[in-house]
């Protein structure tokens, strides 16, 4: 497919089906709305998360298989919700539970346009690697690394929304990134019209995802144009850049946006530091296999 073959009324027409496609998203879970919500107030407590998590056995079952892995590594056994809650915190909570909730939402595609094992692995890998560009320089951010992690999970997701709602245009969308040696970013917006950053907005919107998680959706390819949090937003796009050096793309050699050339400064980041987190993502990778078999 060249470049060429693309014309404004295929586009328009893509576009228009699409948007009529994604009136369907379905909404969060009641519980996980309500859990946003709580983890959010800063009146909560964890008796008031761990009450609500109880609700659900499912949910119930992950969080502590979560905190008695490996992924985080605690020392002593973790037998209640509430304790959990406490050790791990409520950003991680926030983290696990819209995890699984989209996990599960976009798990039953007959055709996916891309492998969603490596969009979760490229995914849980990013958000491990803001978490710890947060932790190396806690002195010069002040940013909750979990609301890192949780942001760079999230990140991606405009791509699941076109794979779902969109399963056969998206899929000639990546062929045609992959033909025209282009980023998915550019060529969703040639050829969709809307790219999936664009799609973090529409969600956002539907699901009343805090202010956090929606700036990471919506401006984590051109962080020069939030005009809020800042901070975060340049430390997912730097972490997305970061994981797609580190050869996880959806697939391989796949193109990535260029590297905001601010960004560095943003985040007072030098190239050891760059080689630094690199370097620590092997690591990474190891670590997300588990925390996906724990959220499915």
């Known amino acids: 497919m060249s470049d060429s073959s693309i014309n404004d009324s295929t586009k ?7 948007i009529e496609q994604i009136d369907s998203l379905p909404s969060l879970p009641s519980i996980v709305s309500r859990l946003i919500q709580v983890v959010n107030s800063p009146d909560t407590s964890a008796d008031d998360a761990a009450k609500l998590i109880q609700k ?7 969080m502590l298989r979560l905190a008695n892995s490996a992924f985080y590594g605690i020392p002593r056994s973790i037998s ?12 991680t909570i926030r983290s696990l539970v819209l995890s699984a909730s ?19 692995k490229h995914s849980i890998v990013c958000a491990l690697a803001a978490k710890t560009i947060v932790r190396q ?3 010069v951010r002040m940013m909750d690394p979990e609301s890192a992690f ?3 999970i999230l990140h991606d997701i405009g791509k699941l929304i076109f794979s779902e709602f969109a399963g056969d245009d ?8 992959r033909s025209n040696n282009l980023s998915l970013l550019e060529a969703e917006r040639r050829m969709l019209g809307i790219g999936h950053s664009d799609i973090g907005r529409i969600l956002a919107d539907k699901w009343a995802l805090p202010l956090d998680l929606e700036y990471a959706l919506v401006f984590h390819h051109e962080p020069k144009n939030a005009d809020n949090l800042l901070d975060l937003v340049t430390t997912v796009h730097i972490a997305d850049v970061l994981t797609h050096q580190a050869g996880l793309g959806l697939w391989d050699g796949e193109i990535t946006p260029p590297e905001w050339d601010q960004g560095s400064s943003v985040l007072r980041f030098g190239e050891n530091d760059r080689e630094h987190i690199l370097a620590l993502l092997s690591d990474s990778i190891e670590k997300s296999g588990e925390f996906i078999d724990i959220i499915k």
């Open 137 to 139: 320089f806690i002195n």
């Open 80 to 91: 209640s919700v509430s304790s959990a809650v406490v050790i791990l915190g409520f950003n």
């Open 12 to 18: 328009n027409e893509r576009y228009r089906r699409f």
């Open 170 to 177: 998206y899929q000639e969308v990546c062929a045609f990134a």
């Open 56 to 62: 659900d056995p499912a949910l119930t079952t992950k």
């Open 150 to 152: 949780c942001a760079g």
């Open 102 to 120: 989209v996990m599960k939402m976009f798990s039953g595609s007959k055709k996916p346009a891309f492998d969603k094992d490596r969009f979760w």
